[in-house]
Every structure is written in structure tokens, then in C-alpha cells.
């Protein structure tokens, strides 16, 4: 059997994305910054994978190399059916494709005597997922290696109104808190669960959420098979995100979630409601600061770091109680918050420093996660329970 591959396109967090990637598919190749490949993926399930996957929001299956864009040799690559062909093209790796070679993959199709229509990106030199699922479109991708050009066809595309009906459609969502998006929840418990793909529906563990919020990594882990537990400190926020995940539930009645368990617990005081050694992962975006002073344009250098020095007595704190609750190697992913205020910045570097006395190895970290402009950055770690 003739070995297949494919492409994985990276949303607008590649980094975390493809840390996803590499816990899903151990082997796989970064070839460009938004854009990775994957070898021998004959037995694939791109549905599956597709769904599962929070921050690719492409699969490409490879057609072939070629050693040039021409359409001589892109043209052949193209041509398995007799049809009318609606395509764009997608270039990743460099500055972009001519309009010429649109036009003249055009023209030889039809010498070929297949009518086709050139769909054009809006911006840049990609097409977007909504494009190509809305046009209905053949998506040509190219890569631009250090010797050749990988050539795809698209296979598959994110699920953006199911994602957007999650972040959205929910009974209660406030964009303005700053909360984590649900496509970076979903890259968290993937990388909290450490299972390749292939094993994936075989494994049955346990995810707490110890500052849930309105509950958005609890939603994406339940939807990927997780017994979640959750809590937070405010009865508000518990009683939003238990309606939000039964909501979730509702809407999704093959989710193979279990538990969905919530309550009002302080995050430092948890082994008070958990039994030792039950949880196999951690995932949370904990308590950020008093942000409101940060962003405010007479904040003072003192009042920031008598924050930090809060948030840093506050996570120590946290991880030393969870980690009566973690089996042994169990998982920690939080997001620790950086501010860029008055031209420094401003970090928790004491809970990274203390991480070892406290029992954990620092295993990956930092991914920042933010807005190019954000006040308060977020810095993903993931810790391992010794």
C-alpha cells in the first residue's frame, strides 16, 4: 500500500496548536510556522481527528512533491476526474503565488477540457476555512519546502459555527472577562490527557478545573471523553457554569463525558471536597489579578508588583494542595499571567522557581497566549506531579 500523508493547518495560536499536535501525533513535522505534516497516516480517521482537534483548522491530504509551481506539474495532480473543477489555491512557507499560475492552471485544464472557476483569497495568500467550506471549493494547498513544493487537496475543515454556537450560543458568556476561548480549552485538555490518538478512546481519566469560571475548559474536556470535576470560589460562577454545561450536554447527547461535578470550593482548599490521588490532570486558567489596576493609565510600579507578589503567594499555595489530589505523574496546565505595564514586565517567576520543591517538573513552558497589544498576558506551563 502506497504510504499516505497529511498536512495540519495551525489556527492563531500555531505554538499551542502544535504542542496539540505532537501529544496527538508523536512524529509529527513542523514545516513552516502555521503548518505541519504527518507521515504514514493511512489508517487516519480525518473526521475524528478533525473533530477532536482544537487548533488545526485544516487537514490536507498530500497529492505529491514537485520541483517546481508549474502547471505541468501541478495540473496532472488535479486531474482524476472529468468533471467541472472549482478551486482555490493556498500557499504556505513563503510570499505567495503568482495570479499568473492560477490562470494558466485554468487554461490547462480546459485544454484538458475541464471547465473550472478560480476562487481567490480574500486576504493574503490563504483561504479561510470559512471560504472553503461555504464555495464549496477544491482548496490546492502548497508548501514551500527547502527543495521542493508539497502539493494537498483540503479534506477537511474546522467545524466554525459548532465552535462559535459553543463560545456564543451558551446560556452565559461574557467576552469582556477575558476568559479562555474554547478552541484553546480544547488544546489544553488534549495536551492534559498525553494520549496519542491512536489510543485515544481507550483511556478514561479525570480533569479538574479548580478555578471553572463559566466552566469552558470543563465543556471541551467533557466533549472529549474526560470525567470533569470542577469548582471556583464565587457561587455565581459555579451556578453559570453548571448551567452551561448542562446546556452543553443537552445539545450533545454522544458527548462521552462523565461527571460534571461543580462546586463552590476555593481552589487552595480543594483536597477538602476531592479524594487523594483521583485526578489524573489539572487544566485551569486561575485567578489573573486585579486587572482593573493594572490597566489603568495611572497604575503605580508598587501596586503591580504587590499583585504579582499576591498571585505568586496565591499559586504556590494551589500547588502544593493539588498536589495531594494528582496521581502520581498527573498533569498541570495553568496559565500564569505576565503584565506589560509602563514599559516592563511584570511576572510570577517565584512559582516557576519553586516549582521543583514543590513536588513538580516543568515540562513545557512558556507558551504566551495573548493579544498582541494585551495589558495582562497569559503563559501556558505544563507541570508534571513527581
Known sequence: MHSSSHLFVLGRTPKLAFLELQTLFPGIELLADDIAMLTDTNNLNVSEAMNLLGGTTKIVQVVGRVPTLTPETIVPLLTSTS?????????????????????????????????????????GTT??????????????????????????????????EAWNE????RPFSDPKSGMLPPKVARMIVNIARSVPFTD????????????????????????????????????????KAQKNLAWLISKNPDAKGGGGIISVTDAAHVSERVLPQLVDAIATEPYMGATNIVNRPDVKPESVKNIIKGLEKLYIGCLREWSKILVP?????????????????YFVKKVVDMCENLG?????????????????????????KK
Open 83 to 123: 468533471k467541472r473543477l472549482d478551486f482555490g489555491l493556498s500557499f504556505y512557507g513563503a510570499s505567495g503565488v503568482p495570479n499568473s499560475l492560477a490562470v494558466a492552471i485554468k487554461r490547462a485544464l480546459e485544454q484538458k477540457g475541464i471547465p473550472s472557476r478560480y476562487v481567490t483569497p480574500k486576504h
Open 127 to 160: 483561504l479561510s476555512t470559512v471560504s472553503v467550506d461555504k464555495s464549496g471549493i477544491t482548496e490546492i494547498v502548497m508548501v514551500q519546502t527547502n527543495s521542493d513544493y508539497i502539493i494537498g487537496k483540503t479534506v477537511a475543515v474546522q467545524a466554525y
Open 166 to 169: 459553543r463560545d456564543y450560543g
Open 200 to 239: 485515544w478512546k481507550s483511556n478514561e481519566r479525570t480533569l479538574l478545573d479548580p478555578f471553572c469560571g463559566m466552566g469552558t475548559i470543563l465543556a471541551e474536556a467533557y466533549m472529549t471523553g474526560w470525567r470533569v470535576m470542577g469548582s471556583d470560589s464565587s457561587t455565581d460562577a459555579v451556578v
Open 329 to 345: 505523574k498527573g498533569k498541570v496546565i495553568l496559565a500564569l499571567p505576565s503584565y506589560s505595564v509602563l514599559g516592563r514586565t
Open 360 to 384: 513538580y517538573t516543568i515540562v513545557v513552558g512558556p507558551i504566551e497566549y495573548s493579544r498582541p497589544q494585551a495589558v495582562v498576558k497569559r503563559e501556558f506551563y505544563i507541570l508534571e
